[in-house]
């Protein structure tokens, strides 16, 4: 009787085939992919490589863009705040330049402007998520402090550095304003404004009452021009936030056609690869005993 001595190795090499997709296929289902081995396959998994560095950069500027708009956001209500402030401050300057203002009358008026400058010093030195907004780049200490020998009472301790912050492959944006540009403007100083109010109220004098005012009104039209290069990067940020939110949806559904796979799909690959391992061993039960026995038996 002719024996075939390679059948035993065959039908071995067939339940290990057999089994592996078995393990395939489960790992399939447990993981919702179908690639979970470079070996899986090669090309998908280099893809997915190129895949996870882009989902990391467009996550980072996702963070940047939140908290930079956060930032902005923060720093834009404080100037609008300031603007009503100062809106304030011009309407109490020509209260007290109309000439009928008695003594008294123009010592309390000089007492709320006066008023207005502490709380316009304290909005400048706001501090959001551990930084102070309006000192430059110079974030870590309130950038004015009291100083009486300075024409407005207050000196500057910040620079005139801004901070720019990575939202886009090659693109950045400039996160701030320092307060030397805002509040104490060399040519246009808030604080400078409001002292100077504060000083012709007490004297009395209309002239100088009227001439501070106007100093005040055009501070605050500075106010404004800063307010509106914030609205323009908290535009930027928000088109910039929703174009991330369309590269995070667009990355997410590259990798599932990468390397994931259905539920449904993983199931019938599962049941075909249980049916496929256990018709391999019952294939080995059937046939290795008789053909062992065979091989055994047969003269030398």
Not at 18 to 26: C, G, P, R, V
Not at 181 to 208: H, K
Not at 214 to 236: H, K, R, W
């Amino acid at each position: 009787m002719q024996v075939n001595s390679n059948i035993v190795p065959d039908i071995l090499a067939a339940i290990n085939q057999s089994q592996t997709a078995l393990n395939t296929a489960t790992e399939q289902l447990a993981t919702g992919k179908s690639v979970n081995a470079p070996s899986d396959n090669p090309t998908a998994s280099a893809q997915m490589v190129q895949n996870i560095i882009e989902t990391g950069d467009v996550d980072q500027y996702t963070q940047n863009v939140s908290s930079v708009l956060s930032t902005v956001q923060t720093a834009s209500s404080i100037l609008s705040s300031v603007s009503s402030s100062l809106a304030q401050a011009v309407s109490l300057g020509t209260e007290g330049a109309n000439g009928t203002a008695s003594t008294a009358d123009l010592q309390s008026l000089a007492t709320q402007v006066q008023g207005i400058l502490t709380s316009v010093v304290s909005q400048a030195n706001t501090s959001f998520a551990g930084s102070y907004l309006f000192g430059g780049t110079a974030s870590s200490a309130p950038p004015y402090t009291a100083d009486s020998m300075s024409a407005s009472g207050y000196t500057y301790n910040g620079n005139d550095d801004t901070n720019s912050v990575a939202i886009g492959d090659d693109r950045t944006i400039q996160a701030n304003v320092p307060g030397s540009q805002i509040f104490s403007n060399s040519g246009n100083s808030v604080l400078g404004a409001l002292s100077s109010l504060v000083t012709a109220l007490q004297s009395g004098n209309a002239s100088s009452i009227s001439t501070a005012t106007a100093a005040v009104s055009s501070a605050a039209s500075l106010i404004s021009q800063q307010q509106a290069f914030y609205g323009n990067a908290e535009d930027q940020l928000n088109a910039q936030e929703t174009n991330l939110q369309q590269d995070t949806v667009t990355l997410a559904s590259q990798a599932t056609n990468l390397i994931g796979i259905s539920t449904a799909t993983a199931a019938t690959n599962l049941t075909q690869a249980e049916t496929d391992n256990s018709a391999a061993l019952a294939a080995a039960a059937k046939v290795m005993p008789d053909t062992l026995l065979n091989y055994l038996s047969t003269p030398s």
